[in-house]
């Protein structure tokens, strides 16, 4: 209840209704994004670790769910938009759209990004997956054996999230902050 109210509160479910709505999906994509993201809060995994979480609590609206639709909200978020950038190691997506929209419906006439917290962490991916961005380089959990990536996370002033990016996992955390800069310029 309290990441539901979260969740509407920073103008996520909004944001993604808007973007969804000239879209024809069978199933309630906001929801399946909404129970991925819980899931991750709690327990984290995979989407198919998600669907079977997902069987022992009760979520609104999110029955009916399966894991092919997480697939497919998923997909959705990684789809890549026309415009690109040169900022990031990944591709302008719909998760960009998202993060900025978010960022728009919170901004008031005194909303400044004069300071953010920036931080990056690696996470590594086990068994088949990461080829794209996979790589070995300085590993946070002690796993240089296995592909990583850097994922990097801007907080303002308030504690409110701004964005977040990708890197492979043998990008040095020293030249993530300028590209995130451009973007938060941009």
């Known amino acids: ?5 979260l969740w509407e509160e920073l103008g996520i479910k909004k944001v993604l209704k808007d973007l969804l709505s000239h879209r024809k999906y069978e199933f309630d994509v906001e929801r399946a994004i909404f129970l991925t993201v819980l899931h991750r809060l709690f327990v984290s995994g995979s989407d198919r670790s ?3 979480w997902n069987r022992d609590y009760k979520i609104k609206e999110v029955e009916g769910l399966c894991l092919h639709h997480l697939y ?4 959705f978020l990684g789809e890549q938009t ?6 990031t190691f990944s591709p302008r997506c719909t998760k960009d759209l998202i993060e900025e929209r978010i960022f728009l ?3 008031d006439l005194f ?3 004069e300071l953010v917290f920036f931080d990056t962490t690696s996470i590594y991916f086990e068994g088949s997956g990461g080829d794209t961005i996979g790589q070995k380089g300085h590993s946070n959990d002690h796993r240089p054996d296995l592909n990583q990536m850097v994922v990097g ?3 303002d002033n308030k504690g409110k999230p701004v ?12 030249k993530t902050l300028i590209p995130v800069i451009d973007r938060i310029r941009s």
């Open 1 to 5: 209840l309290v990441f539901e109210r």
């Open 50 to 52: 998600c669907d079977r």
């Open 72 to 75: 497919r909200a998923m997909s």
């Open 82 to 87: 026309e415009e690109q950038t040169d900022a």
């Open 105 to 107: 419906e919170r901004r």
């Open 111 to 113: 909303t400044g990004l």
């Open 153 to 155: 996370a801007v907080i």
């Open 163 to 174: 964005c977040c990016e990708m890197w492979p996992g043998n990008t040095a955390d020293v």
